[in-house]
Structures are given as structure tokens and as C-alpha cells.
């Protein structure tokens, strides 16, 4: 987006069973895009595989622990998404009602636009609304613009914990905010 171009209405709204396979293939290009350069396309492959089919993205959206958040832009084209899980919290972390946000993710054309940020209170609403009392979330040690980012909302690094990529063990920071 060129800075003479007018910013565009972002529309956020709970995903639905019909966005399963856009969020699928969403899903996976932005993982890819993000993280295929630091792992190998094997690892990435399973990943894909197990993270990202429509069959799952499917079983997700009528999850009731779980809400997923399209950012839709242009008539309805995914450009961002985020995920929570109520009800869970991070291990050997004291905290008193905690919900994670599992997965945050922006389109690239969209990095540093603000979109991440209308997001992102899009998600502090909800966890309000699941009476969540912190947000937590995990992010890979190698992801500094992702912590930067979370840094900017609050969060601060209290712990790690082990994310597998495929057969790659990776330490996530484990970072935490009130709500
Ligand atoms: C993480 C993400 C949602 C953040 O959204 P964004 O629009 O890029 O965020 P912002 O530009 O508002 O903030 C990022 C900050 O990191 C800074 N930054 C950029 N590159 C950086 C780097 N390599 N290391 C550290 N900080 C960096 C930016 O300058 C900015 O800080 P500033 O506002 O003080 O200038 C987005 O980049 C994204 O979707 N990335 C790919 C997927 C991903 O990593 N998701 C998170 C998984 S846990």
C-alpha cells in the first residue's frame, strides 16, 4: 500500500464453517511466508499438513473453546486472522484466568499498516468477553518483529516453552499481559 493510497476499511468478524478453506490456504501461505526461509521445506511440509488442511480448520471454527477472527478487506479477501483458546493457560505460570491467543497472523501488504493493531483489539475484546483476566500467547525466540509487536500491547516475556515445527523442537517465548 503506496502512503497516497486511502486506507482501506478493514471488516473484522468471527470466522464461519463457509471461510474454512480460504483460512486454510491463508493459514499455510502466511506460515510459509513468514517461517519457510528458517526451517526446512520437509519440516514445513508436516506442519502444513498437520496444522492447516480445511478438514481441520473446519473442526476449529465449531469449536466452542476456541474463536477465530477474520480481518476481511476488498469485499471480503482474508488479509489477517487470529486465534484464541478459553480456558487455557500457559504451564508453570501462576495466572488467575488465563486465555491464549494461539495465532496471530497479518498478510504481509499489511505489515505496519495498523490492521495488526485494529486486530489485536478486536482479540482483547473477546478474551473480555470470555471473562479472560491475562492473554497469553507463545512466539518463536528467532520472531523479533512478533515481539516487538507484542511488546507494544503489554505483553512481556515470562517463560518458554517448546513448539514443534514439523520434527524441529523450537523455544517459543512465553509472553503474558493483563486484561
Ligand atoms: C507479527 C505481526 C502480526 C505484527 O504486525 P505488524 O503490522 O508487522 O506490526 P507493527 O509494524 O505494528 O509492529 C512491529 C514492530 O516491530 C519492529 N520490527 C520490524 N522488524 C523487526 C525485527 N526484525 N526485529 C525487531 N523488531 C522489528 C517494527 O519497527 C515495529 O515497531 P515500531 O512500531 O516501534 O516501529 C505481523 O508482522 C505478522 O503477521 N508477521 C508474520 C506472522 C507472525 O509472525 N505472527 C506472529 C506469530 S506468534
Known sequence: MSAR?????????????????????????????????????????LHIASDWSPHLQRAEISNAGLDTLLACVDGGALAAFAQLRADHAPANVPTVRAIELKRFYVDSPWHGSGLARELMAAVEVQA???????????????NGRAQAFYRKFGFEKVSTQIFVVGTDPQTDHVMLRNL
Not at 493510497?5 to 471488516?11: G, I
Open 128 to 142: 473480555r468477553r470470555r471473562g479472560a483476566r491475562e492473554l497469553w500467547l507463545g512466539v518463536w525466540e528467532r
Open 5 to 45: 493510497e486511502p486506507r482501506p476499511v478493514f471488516v473484522i468478524r468471527p470466522a464461519e464453517l463457509s471461510d474454512a478453506s480460504a483460512l486454510s490456504e491463508f493459514g499455510a501461505r502466511t506460515f510459509v511466508e513468514a517461517f519457510g526461509a528458517d526451517n526446512t521445506p520437509e519440516d514445513m511440509r
